[in-house]
């Protein structure tokens, strides 16, 4: 049986020499792109905007800029377990005498440019030749749910880095069950401390692996033994991070229960096609801001309504019309059809809890959940594409033409965010409550 996305044969030296080249690359698209999510982070930090909570996208940055850079901060929550593995990454710059708040916006440009780059290996790993991979991970870069959560310190970038690299692993594990097999236990470990309910997309992918090389029956015991294995993990990671409620919640369970339950989302909830479109429609193509009044006297910006200015609106038609081809064409591609397949289940997963799991309408918030998934099955035509066709020169000019118009409309929609809450009280009806 043909393995799912496997390689082409090729001898030991012309694997390391392309290896070596994907590696450059890789390091170029890092680059480039940490010191673009750098240059609008930091812009961002001279103003007001992160030491507020919900003046956009009902994101809570301060809460994220004092876990990083402050002495008296939150460890997270049920939630966001394990987050405050984060905040040794921004010592460093404290130390080399960064400001606070621009070491939190650097820390977050890091993590997006590091997707970035993990975007490009996926790319890479389904048989996307490096021309291809290069355009479409630029691509990526300046899509709109990827340039937010990078240049806005939250939980969302961090999750968007560790999804990525659950499904690079994933297709390495699709061509070989045995390879990756520690990093499929630290990739659910870091998805599941970031963001709790992200650890689903682990065990939905190992059990794409397993159906895909043992079919149902064989993969129920490899699948009980990675879940046993990744409990112990999580339960041993959890305690020692949450070791004083472990102890109340031994005294009193009910209480704790009880706890963990009210803190689940309440209020307005948006209907199937807001909540598509918000999840799945504006993850690359931004819209124009919605001003939403929220109480407290803030102005909440955020991207509820389908309105596309000229340029946006030639983005949003060329953008879908290039995801849809990509998204036939991943699962007509015998290659890519398991693991077409399986972002499919997990792209539908997130749909169906975020239909429930919203907060008085704010859903894009959530976008980084589900934006890779999108783009990978977006890019499922590049696979099928020759080297050197007119198909391929066809698909690198749409390609190249996606990332300007595109990079466009983020750039200038990043730009406004940047610079326009330099005086917070232009957003507030009265003082924002902090």
């Not at 080399?96 to 490009?120: H, N, R, S």
């Not at 990093?183 to 159906?211: D, H, K, M």
């Not at 102890?247 to 909540?275: C, F, H, M, N």
């Not at 390609?399 to 990043?414: F, M, N, Q």
């Amino acid at each position: 049986m043909d393995s799912e996305v496997a390689e082409p044969a090729a001898a030991p030296a012309a694997v390391a020499l392309r290896w070596r080249a994907d590696a450059l690359t890789a390091a170029a698209l890092v680059v480039a792109a940490g010191a673009l999510y750098a240059a609008f982070g930091l812009r961002l930090a001279q103003g007001m905007f992160l030491d507020y909570y919900n003046l956009a996208f009902d994101l809570d940055p301060a809460r994220y800029v004092a876990l990083l850079v402050h002495e008296d901060f939150e460890r997270g929550g049920v939630k966001h377990p394990l987050v405050v593995v984060l905040r040794p990454l921004a010592w460093p710059l404290l130390v080399a005498g960064v400001a606070p708040k621009a070491a939190a916006a650097l820390v977050m440009a890091g993590f997006g440019a590091a997707t970035v780059g993990v975007v490009f290996l996926f790319l890479r790993r389904i048989a996307i030749a490096r021309p291809e991979a290069s355009v479409l991970a630029a691509l990526f870069a300046v899509s709109g749910s990827q340039f937010f959560s990078a240049m806005i310190p939250e939980a969302y970038g961090p999750a968007a880095f560790g999804i990525a690299c659950v499904w690079l692993v994933t297709v390495a594990r699709l061509r070989e069950t045995g390879r990756a097999a520690v990093l499929r236990y630290v990739a659910a470990a870091f998805v599941y401390g970031i963001t709790t309910t992200n650890v689903l997309q682990s065990p939905i992918a190992e059990a794409l692996v397993w159906l895909r090389h043992r079919g149902v029956v064989g993969a129920v015991r490899p699948m009980l033994v990675f879940g046993a294995t990744l409990a112990a993990i999580l339960a041993v990671l959890t305690a020692v991070v949450w070791y004083d409620v472990v102890l109340q919640a031994l005294a009193d369970p009910l209480g704790v229960i009880k706890s963990v339950y009210w803190q689940r989302t309440k209020g307005e909830r948006t209907d199937v096609l807001d909540t598509a479109l918000r999840l799945l429609g504006y993850t690359v193509v931004s819209p124009a801001y919605t001003v939403v009044p929220i109480g407290g006297g803030i102005r909440m910006w955020d991207f509820r309504t389908p309105f596309f200015p000229p340029l946006a609106a030639a983005a949003m038609l060329l953008w879908h019309l290039f995801w849809l081809a990509g998204a036939v064409a991943a699962f007509a591609n015998r290659r890519t059809r398991w693991l077409a397949v399986g972002l499919a289940a997990t792209l539908a997963a997130n749909f169906v809890f975020h239909l429930d799991f919203q907060f008085r309408g704010s859903v894009y918030l959530y976008s980084p959940h589900t934006h890779f998934l999108v783009f990978a099955l977006g890019a499922g035509l590049a696979p099928m594409l020759r080297p050197g066709s007119v198909a391929q020169r066809v698909y690198l000019a749409v390609a190249l033409v996606l990332v300007v118009l595109v990079g466009s409309v983020t750039i200038d929609r990043a730009g406004l965010l940047a610079t326009s809450f330099d005086d917070v009280s232009v957003q507030c009806d009265a003082p924002c409550e902090e």
